[in-house]
Nanobody, 115 residues
Framework: QVQLVESGGGLVQPGGSLRLSCTTS????????MGWHRQAPGKQRELVAT???????NYARSVKGRFTISRDNTKNTLYLRMNSLKPEDTADYYC?????????WGQGTQVTVSA
């Protein structure tokens, strides 16, 4: 069982930045891959970015070049640095971890991009 706790969401103006954090209850190096997903009101949940235990990253086309996913094994924490935020980035952001073939999810953190 892996527990994930997200933080760092909030209200930001268009063009601003936020950094989301996701702290795991287990040693992060035992987790095969981790990712961030988001769900906007009335829309399906979508993949934002993923990172493997080896550090290989993948991004949705809509965020490539603006968002950066990273993981700090010493702090058991996954990050999502979000720059140049747009109103369409408004959503609940969820941390996800895949460990030994099982998926675990955090409770989500809300990001609102508005003037």
């Amino acid at each position: 069982q892996v527990q994930l706790v997200e933080s760092g969401g909030g209200l930001v103006q268009p063009g601003g930045s936020l950094r989301l954090s996701c702290t795991t209850s287990t040693d992060i190096y035992t987790i095969n891959s981790m990712g961030w997903h988001r769900q906007a009101p009335g829309k399906q949940r979508e993949l934002v970015a993923t990172i493997t235990s080896g550090g290989i990253t993948n991004y949705a086309r809509s965020v490539k070049g603006r968002f950066t996913i990273s993981r700090d094994n010493t702090k058991n924490t996954l990050y999502l640095r979000m720059n140049s935020l747009k109103p369409e980035d408004t959503a609940d952001y969820y941390c996800e971890a895949n460990r030994f073939g099982l998926d675990f999810w955090g409770q989500g953190t809300q990001v609102t991009v508005s003037a």
